[in-house]
């Protein structure tokens, strides 16, 4: 596994989008940032949870500058079933990421529970906050589905970094 630091450039990511395209980090580079969350798929009743709380937050996300998506492993069918069940219609969603990328991001990767609806592989959650250039702001990585980081406590974050221009931390 890998370990990003803060204030260092973070991985190439591209993926494709739900329902069409491509997503390419900072490609069309935000204002202040990109929001990262990485989710485990459709299995998973937290991360519904979670994606839920995060498609009523979008648009204040946009009004500070912060682009944001959510992105798994799952394939594109999973990723259609994920958006229309979890009416998650307000968050842009990729898929189809590879176990290697999600390693290189530095996530934990867990395997099937037998007997589960989950993949054979698939990465565990983790937030990034991703400055216009390319750096690492903020991460926040799990290696199970429980204690996420809350989006209106991001939000409010984004608010004070802004405010007091706050450095990123943790590179030392």
Known sequence: MLLLMPRQPVPSLNVSLVPEGQWTLNAEPPANFTLLVFYRGLHCPLCRKS?????????SFAEKGVQVIALSSDSRERAEKTQEI??????RLGYGLSI???????????????????PALFSEPGVYLIRPNGTLYMASINTMPFARPHFDEILGAVDY???K????????
Do not use: C, F, M
């Open 165 to 172: 221009d706050y450095p990123a931390r943790g590179e030392a």
């Open 161 to 163: 970094i802004i405010a």
């Open 51 to 59: 994606l839920q709380e995060l498609n009523g937050h979008v648009g």
């Open 100 to 118: 290697e990328e999600a390693r290189r991001w530095g996530l934990y990767i867990s395997k099937a529970t037998p007997g589960s609806d989950e």
């Open 86 to 91: 979890w009416t998650i219609n307000n968050v």
